[in-house]
């Protein structure tokens, strides 16, 4: 079975410092895993995925997670936080088989104050 | 260009009324998914088409009727609304049904059944 928990359904920063949104899966195998950011009343965008090549994933707007097999994590950061990036964040789990099912995780809402 | 698109943006109807939502891409992707997002956020896999073939039925009452014309659109009928059918329902789209194709997601129609 797959799941995804994220650690923090709130994370407060100040614009300029360091963000960092957690997620850890239960997967019975390796899976892709994502993540999305949902900002007010928008759809959602990819910031970033991992399929199992490179454990350091860069994405979009200077976002970048790290999975952890030996931790079942998956956590999202960026080095200096931008007003822009307050928004939704989902940490997401593919299911291992040719049908694309996707499992998210609760959200993570990240506050940018000034 | 729009790659994912969705009508109406807002639909508000009285309970036990028949209506349905539109989405269309132009990606020229395979797939085509709906996924219901609840008031508290969670996002959750409804159907999948691809190649105008339902392959993903999760637990979803039979009044929400899927229908794929062709592979660029996938329409939801919803008959007998109720009022726990209120959510933002998002429509996606992936290049095939595997595990590690980047979903696209269109905007949202946010549902409101009074």
């Known amino acids: 079975a797959q799941s995804v928990t994220q650690l923090d359904s709130h994370v407060s920063v100040s614009e300029g410092t360091p963000v960092l949104l957690r997620c850890n899966y239960s997967s019975s195998y390796s899976p892709s895993l994502f993540w999305y950011v949902q900002h007010p009343n928008k759809g959602l965008q990819l910031l970033l995925k991992?399929?199992?090549?490179?454990?350091l994933v860069k994405g979009i707007n200077g976002f970048e997670a790290e999975f952890k097999k030996s931790e079942t994590s998956f956590h999202l950061t960026k080095p200096s936080a931008h007003m822009s990036d307050a928004a939704e964040y989902f940490c997401v789990v593919s299911r291992g088989s040719t049908l694309g099912r996707l499992y998210f995780g609760r959200g993570t809402q990240l506050t940018v104050w000034p | 260009d729009t790659a994912v698109s969705q009508t109406p943006k807002y639909l508000v109807t009285q309970m036990g009324n028949d209506k349905s939502i539109k989405c269309e891409q132009n990606l020229g992707h395979d797939t085509m998914y709906w996924y219901k997002q609840d008031s508290k956020k969670f996002l959750k896999i409804m159907f999948s088409?691809?190649?105008?073939?339902?392959?993903i039925n999760e637990t979803v009452p039979n009044r929400f009727s899927p229908k794929s014309p062709d592979k660029a659109h996938l329409n939801l009928h919803i008959n007998s609304l109720e009022l726990g059918d209120s959510a933002v329902y998002f429509c996606?789209?992936?290049?095939?049904?595997?595990?590690?194709?980047?979903?696209?997601f269109g905007p949202g129609t946010r549902l409101t059944v009074l």
């Open positions: 088409y691809n190649n105008k073939e339902l392959i």
């Open positions: 991992y399929t199992s090549a490179a454990t």
């Open positions: 996606a789209s992936s290049q095939l049904a595997g595990e590690s194709d980047t979903q696209y």
